[in-house]
């Protein structure tokens, strides 16, 4: 199993631009999460979802949109990227209760200048 | 939302050295993760660990849930071992729900030779 993988590993993007980020697991897990770590912090959680066709907002989703048309991807949309985009994006997953393991990708960092 | 403390944020050890980093939780829970992020930004899994002991190497975790905290051990410690830990909870209240981890803020460790 390859677990979580994300693509790209690295991005630099002007402002205004647009793009996305890929993340695909291969565990068949129900629980899908996008992060952002900014510099000296933990994570906050972008956007979730429970299963394919079902997503829901995190504490920080202004700017972001997602999509789950299958159980394996989940790829996040940024929008007009803007400096405040700045950080490293993590892709997780979970089987589906709070008691499993979440599994972590290996991260995007994306600038926007 | 439910509150995660992490201490101390900072710690310098020399090699050889053991540690032990603290996480406090504000209410109960019922996943708590240990997470280690290497100085190339991947979070790598140390411990699940809502409650109990549990050792794997040179590392071991103790969550003891009624008093609301959990503690890592690291023994002997090696330059391979620095890095950020972050502790990280579901709060037991969460339902049928994201099931989203919440991440304390971390502590930077540093193993000097």
């Known amino acids: 199993n390859a677990g979580v993988t994300q693509t790209p590993k690295f991005r630099i993007l002007k402002i205004g631009q647009s793009m996305t980020l890929q993340c695909t697991q291969d565990?068949?897990?129900?629980?899908m999460y996008w992060y952002r770590q900014d510099p000296g912090m933990g994570l906050k959680l972008i956007y979730y979802s429970v299963g394919a066709g079902i997503t829901d907002k995190g504490e920080v989703p202004n700017g972001y949109n997602v999509s789950r048309s299958t159980t394996e991807d989940f790829p996040l949309r940024l929008e007009l990227a803007a400096p405040s985009q700045t950080s490293v994006y993590f892709c997780a997953s979970r089987q589906g209760l709070s008691t499993d393991t979440q599994y972590f990708g290996p991260g995007t960092r994306l600038t926007v200048l | 939302g439910i509150q995660v403390e992490q201490s101390p944020p900072d710690l310098i050890l020399q090699e050889g050295a053991n540690s032990t980093l603290r996480c406090n939780f504000s209410?109960?829970?019922?996943?708590l993760q240990w997470f280690h992020q290497n100085p190339w930004g991947q979070l790598i899994n140390l411990f699940y660990?809502?409650?109990g002991t549990k050792q794997n190497g040179r590392l071991s975790a103790t969550t003891v849930a009624t008093e609301r905290y959990s503690l890592l051990y690291i023994s002997s410690s090696q330059t391979t071992d620095s890095g950020v830990y972050f502790c990280?909870?579901?709060?037991?209240?969460?339902?049928?729900?994201?099931?989203?981890?919440?991440f304390g803020k971390g502590t930077k460790l540093s193993v000097i030779p």
């Open positions: 209410d109960s829970v019922n996943n």
């Open positions: 565990m068949n897990h129900n629980y």
């Open positions: 990280a909870v579901v709060p037991a209240y969460s339902g049928a729900g994201s099931y989203q981890l919440t």
């Open positions: 660990i809502p409650s």
